[in-house]
């Protein structure tokens, strides 16, 4: 939508036209033509304010998004094109675009001073850091002047546009042969399937495809190749949103917070894509949680509370407690999967009980690489210590580096097809 004009004239210029016509008045009454010589740029420039005119210009505007479905973290470059498509100059043009307050301009201005002829068009680039979510850009103002800037006339332009920055299921998902994550989960049971799992004694059941025919004939011993089994897993989400989530090692980018959901939300439409059960448990303020499960509606369920989390929580649940809590959970066979900055050691506390438990933890951790203080570069140490901790726990962990995305640092990891 596109509103109206406003027009609106200043009265700067009547003090000139003042100080004109008092010194016209002394130079007349004292014959002095210094004071009229005076005089005459100074009526001369008030006429000239008074006899021009401001018509509204004939103006478009235009918006261009580098990308409209960037990962969060990212910059996206955003240019605004302004065209002129009246019969007039437009000599003096102010342009404002209407950045959505949460992102962060991290390049470039959304301002910019123009002159457009006749059926002319500029553009202008800035950058934004985006983050998880969807959201409006606001509509852009634009200020014409004229010459003398006495009048000018302001209106804005809404141009539609708006940068998605969520989890989408149809680029995420994975078909029905492998995972990223595959590597993630406990699915080493021997079985039938296409990859070698095994060996064990020939039972009179076994078909006669499964037994190691080129052993038979080297050792004369009868046995049966197992393969490993593709079985759906039961997989239980942990997100740590609690304090020490909230802060970002850069002043533009994500907080640990806002990777941690991310990457949750990712994994659980991997998962999910992938035909496992996956259920939800976040850690903040308040306890959410959701069993794990398959279908339409669960993932609906999960979507709902991943647009829910906002922000870190205050406090730090007992992690003792939590643990026992998490590894009471049915069935016995679930596994875990971690996704917290490992920001205390509480946290290391809680996910190496659940491992005591005898449970399937794995602990997914966002680093933000772009530590700029000592005092960050101490907190990275830090962290660094505690993932050592864990792996000697018997975690698996993958420690993520939020500047490659999720998914091609998936893949690196764990292995697995698109």
Not at 58 to 87: D, Q
Not at 96 to 119: F, I, K, Y
Not at 375 to 404: C, H, K, P, S, Y
Request: proline share 6%.
């Amino acid at each position: 939508m596109t509103d109206e004009w406003l027009v609106e004239t200043s009265r700067r210029t009547e003090g000139i036209a003042v100080v004109g016509l008092f010194a016209v008045a002394v130079g007349a009454a004292t014959g002095t033509g210094a004071t009229l010589l005076l005089a005459v740029p100074l009526v001369g420039f008030a006429l000239y304010d008074r006899l021009t005119t401001l018509n509204p210009p004939e103006l478009a505007c235009e918006r261009a998004l580098e990308t409209e479905r960037p990962l969060p973290g990212r910059k996206v470059t955003v240019t605004l094109t302004v065209s002129n498509e009246g019969e007039r100059n437009v000599p003096d043009l102010r342009v404002v675009d209407g950045v959505p307050g949460p992102l962060a301009v991290v390049d470039g201005s959304p301002r910019a001073g123009l002159s457009l002829a006749p059926g002319e068009s500029a553009s202008f680039e800035y950058a934004v850091r985006t983050r998880r979510g969807s959201f409006e850009f606001e509509p852009a103002t634009l200020i014409a002047r004229n010459l003398s800037g006495s009048r000018r006339a302001r209106r804005t332009d809404a141009v539609e546009t708006t940068i998605d920055c969520r989890v989408h299921p149809e680029t995420y998902a994975l078909d029905d042969r492998a995972s990223l994550v595959s590597g993630m989960l406990d699915t080493t049971r021997g079985g039938a399937g296409v990859e070698f799992h095994s060996t064990r004694e020939y039972h009179s059941t076994d078909p006669a495809n499964r037994i190691d025919w080129r052993r038979l004939a080297r050792s004369g011993d009868l046995t049966t190749v197992t393969y490993r089994e593709s079985r759906a897993a039961t997989v239980q989400l942990v997100v740590d949103r609690g304090p020490g989530t909230d802060v970002s090692y850069a002043a533009d980018g994500l907080t640990h917070a806002e990777y941690a959901t991310y990457a949750a939300e990712m994994v659980a439409e991997m998962l999910l894509g992938s035909h496992h059960r996956v259920g939800l448990t976040t850690l903040g303020d308040t306890r959410n949680a959701i069993r794990p499960s398959t279908g339409d509606e669960h993932r609906l369920s999960l979507r709902r509370l991943f647009e829910g989390l906002d922000g870190a929580g205050a406090d730090r649940p007992d992690p003792t407690a939590t643990a026992d809590e998490l590894a009471d959970m049915p069935p016995n066979h679930t596994q875990f999967t971690l996704i917290s900055p490992v920001a205390d050691d509480e946290f290391v506390e809680l996910a190496t009980r659940l491992r005591a438990h005898g449970k399937s933890v794995v602990v997914l951790s966002p680093r933000q690489p772009r530590a700029e203080t000592d005092g960050q570069r101490i907190l990275l140490a830090d962290r660094a210590l505690r993932l050592d901790d864990l792996r000697r726990n018997g975690v698996t962990v993958f420690d993520w580096d939020t500047a490659e995305p999720l998914r091609i640092a998936l893949e690196h990891r764990f292995g697995g097809a698109v």
